[in-house]
């Protein structure tokens, strides 16, 4: 199962070299650190973990090795004679490596099912219902957007002469549509100076979206300006541009947890979320909808300072190459990401499935190939 870590500090890159550079053993202390921690909020000694982990060793070489990921970053220790903490990045490291399968066991995934399909999916009120039921089942504040079209994005411009003043345009998106239209130019050109200008076009504008092409139309050449507005006007529109609708349930769960019991850390919490255009902007961070998508922000980015407490577990729903929205849960960076990860997962499966029976209904009007 694949797993993607939206990460705001460091490159993936060092999380790799950070792992390589851990024993086996040191895998598996750093990981029961995470999981006791995640399950008490104490900090966790070397003492505990030789006592109820069967690791073949003795606390002092445990204790070594606590000290070594700790050297390295991946723990802390928050009093003199306490154990360790994850740091920031040891739960990074964690999710990315040492979670193993998160999969939701047959007969959690069952019951949940079974709850979701009793969710009537015509009605306006499907995605705030089957947010709650998430919200309920991993005891976390839950999020959705409803379902909009993809935003297009550009892979290939091609400039073909046809005719003295007839040029054929071919835009190439990044799902594999592709988009033609002949045009009728005032002058003739020759497929030379075409070639240079559809190689223009191709150094500005692949991944781009249609607004997001009108703007590089500035930065455009004289003789490639008329063309690259033209690109935009030929790439299709997106359902719904705009504000997206998004749902939430919740709030008093993650408020619930320890980590949020002073009252500025609160504030910050429903500050956050009672700002649509915040909460629009992070869960669109989800790259790609195939799996799951973790974000544990922090580290040194001012814009998402307002983020260090929290960690998000994100995926999209929908229809691939047509109609996505997105589904998760938020909580405090110590939260139980493996059955997070599991159930996210699961109901974003299940909201697909009923989405893709569902549409010739009005939830999902048809799509028309470019």
């Known amino acids: 199962m694949d797993t993607s870590l939206v990460s705001h500090s460091g490159t993936a890159i060092e999380h790799e070299q950070k792992f390589d550079a851990l024993t086996t053993r040191q895998r598996q202390v750093l990981r029961i650190v995470v999981e006791e921690f995640v399950a008490y909020a104490q900090p966790v000694g070397s003492r505990r973990i030789a006592k109820e982990q069967n690791l073949g060793v003795s606390s002092a070489t445990i204790r070594n090795d606590l ?36 999969r939701l066991p047959k007969e959690h995934r069952n019951q949940l099912r079974r709850r979701f399909e009793a969710i009537d999916l015509k009605s306006p009120s499907w995605l705030l219902e ?59 050109m020759a497929q030379a100076d075409l070639t240079v200008i559809s190689a223009e076009l191709n150094h500005l504008l692949p991944g781009l979206n249609r607004v997001q092409i009108q703007e590089k139309t500035l ?75 973790v974000l544990i922000a922090g580290g040194d980015r001012k814009e998402w300072s307002d983020l260090a407490d929290i960690s998000l577990v994100l995926s999209a729903y929908g229809i691939p190459n047509q109609a996505i929205g997105i589904v998760g849960v938020v909580g405090p960076v110590r939260m139980a990401y493996r059955y997070n990860m599991g159930t996210v997962r699961f109901m974003a499966a299940l909201m697909s499935a009923r989405v893709r029976e569902t549409r010739s209904d009005d939830l999902l009007p048809e799509v028309i190939a470019p």
């Open 67 to 102: 000290a070594q990921l700790e050297a390295l970053g991946l723990l802390t220790k928050p009093h003199a004679s306490a154990g360790r903490v994850p740091s920031l990045l040891g739960y990074r490291i964690y999710v990315l490596h040492l979670i193993g399968n998160h």
């Open 130 to 188: 089957a947010t709650r039921l998430l919200s309920m089942e991993a005891n976390s504040l839950a999020l959705a957007t409803d379902l909009r079209y993809v935003n297009h994005r550009l892979r290939h411009v091609e400039l073909i002469s046809v005719q003295d003043n007839r040029v054929l345009m071919i835009v190439v998106l990044e799902d594999g549509h592709v988009c033609q239209r002949m045009l009728d130019i005032p002058d003739k």
């Open 219 to 293: 930065e455009a050449s004289s003789a490639a300006k008329e063309f690259c507005q033209l690109v935009s006007d030929l790439m299709p529109v997106t359902e719904g541009d705009g504000s997206t609708s998004i749902v939430q349930q919740g709030l008093g769960h993650i408020l619930d947890a320890p980590e949020f019991a002073e009252s500025r850390r609160v504030r910050k919490v429903v500050d956050i979320f009672d700002s649509s255009p915040r909460i629009e902007e992070i869960l669109m961070l989800v790259p790609r909808p195939d799996d799951v998508h």
